[in-house]
């Protein structure tokens, strides 16, 4: 069976996790550093704190704004459920926001909608490699935290994603652009909030007894990262070329990446796609009777859990939306596979 996603690994990664346990320094420490610097040069930012996960890094994120109980945090319903998670583990309500469905990130009009007097934050991801409009989000002037675990490597106005938001967020859990396992890493440009979240980040060794959490990265984690980075141009080259091959069955069934977005560039992390005559189940079952693993790209709207509120497009996004293999390390024949799948869904 074709796995939706693999990481894409190779002897470098062996390398340079072998050189961390030589030299018997596995904890935080210089690649954690390096992984830091190289990071904030990458994004723009000028700061980076590496830390222990994606969902950390929004969890201190929150806490170092000050964020907490009373609080409203606008999150997208159409995403994973790490967002909600970090909203709730500071006390703070999560609310709500729909889709666009020209690129299904954020809904600039929909966010405008759910500002009350309590929003402290909007938390801001791009969605499946494929950059939003988050420029407009900014205008709200309320603290923009910009999520680019999908995103890494994608481009607004040849901008790289990640160094508009007034904090950026990124996740190295094995299914990202940057697969180390387990990891994140939190970008500003403030040095007071920076300093805030070095003080929760790490708790030994401090002149007062005051609540922090254990959330660093080990070298491990961060060497497996650099690797990772250093190819990340080569990854996205490889997922393009995939695309561009899925694309010629596909044609207009492609609903990410949209290679004609203006001024957007999205990093081919995902391939989603539609079939409006074929339901989602029966999709499935094809692609798996071929030997290849579809899935819908978000598990389940967020909002879907207590059916308190509708949310159109999201729901009706993620009733027709599947998800295709589409990662550097396919093989030309795993790629033929798909390709033949694809063909007897769509041809």
């Known amino acids: 069976m074709i796995?939706?996603?693999?990481?894409?690994?190779?002897?470098?990664?062996?390398?340079?996790?072998?050189?961390?346990?030589?030299?018997?320094?596995?904890?935080?420490?210089?690649?954690?550093?390096?992984?830091?610097?190289?990071?904030?040069?990458?994004?723009?930012?000028?700061?980076?704190?590496?830390?222990?996960?994606?969902?950390?890094?929004?969890?201190?994120?929150?806490?170092?704004?000050?964020?907490?109980?009373?609080?409203?945090?606008?999150?997208?319903?159409?995403?994973?459920?790490?967002?909600?998670?970090?909203?709730?583990?500071?006390?703070?309500?999560?609310?709500?926001?729909?889709?666009e469905t020209s690129s299904f990130n954020l809904d600039p009009e929909d966010i405008k909608q759910k500002i009350t007097s309590k929003t402290r934050a909007i938390i801001f991801p791009h969605m499946f490699g494929q950059p939003g409009r988050i420029e407009e989000v900014l205008q709200f002037k309320i603290p923009v935290i910009e999520d680019i675990a999908q995103a890494v490597g994608a481009k607004i106005n040849n901008s790289p994603v990640g160094s508009f938001g007034d904090i950026s967020v990124i996740s190295f859990y094995a299914t990202k652009v940057i697969g180390a396992g387990e990891g994140g890493c939190i970008l500003s440009n403030s040095k007071k909030f920076?300093?805030?979240?070095?003080?929760?980040?790490?708790?030994?060794?401090?002149?007062?007894?005051?609540?922090?959490?254990?959330?660093?990265?080990?070298?491990?984690?961060?060497?497996?990262?650099?690797?990772?980075?250093?190819?990340l141009s080569n990854f996205i080259d490889c997922r393009k070329t995939i695309f561009l091959r899925y694309k010629s069955i596909l044609k207009n069934n492609v609903d990410v990446p949209l290679e004609d977005y203006s001024s957007y560039e999205a990093n081919y992390y995902r391939c989603i796609a539609i079939n409006p005559k074929i339901k989602l189940k029966k999709i499935f079952e094809t692609a798996k009777n071929m030997g290849v693993k579809f899935r819908r790209p978000v598990y389940k709207p967020l909002h879907l859990y207590n059916q308190?509120?509708?949310?159109?497009?999201?729901?009706?996004?993620?009733?027709?939306?599947?998800?295709?293999?589409?990662?550097?390390?396919?093989?030309?024949?795993?790629?033929?596979?798909?390709?033949?799948?694809?063909k007897h869904i769509f041809i």
């Open 308 to 342: 308190r509120e509708h949310l159109k497009n999201s729901e009706e996004t993620w009733e027709k939306q599947f998800s295709v293999p589409i990662y550097p390390d396919l093989s030309e024949n795993e790629i033929n596979i798909v390709l033949s799948t694809l």
């Open 194 to 231: 920076t300093n805030n979240v070095l003080n929760l980040r790490e708790y030994d060794e401090k002149d007062n007894l005051t609540l922090k959490y254990n959330a660093k990265m080990t070298d491990i984690t961060a060497a497996i990262a650099l690797e990772q980075l250093k190819k």
């Open 3 to 99: 796995p939706h996603y693999r990481p894409s690994f190779n002897q470098s990664e062996i390398k340079a996790v072998k050189a961390v346990i030589k030299s018997k320094h596995i904890a935080q420490g210089e690649k954690v550093l390096e992984l830091e610097n190289r990071l904030s040069n990458f994004v723009e930012k000028k700061y980076c704190i590496a830390v222990s996960s994606g969902t950390s890094a929004l969890t201190l994120a929150l806490l170092s704004l000050k964020i907490g109980s009373g609080d409203e945090v606008i999150i997208p319903s159409y995403t994973c459920s790490a967002l909600w998670h970090a909203v709730k583990a500071v006390g703070s309500l999560p609310v709500f926001a729909d889709i």
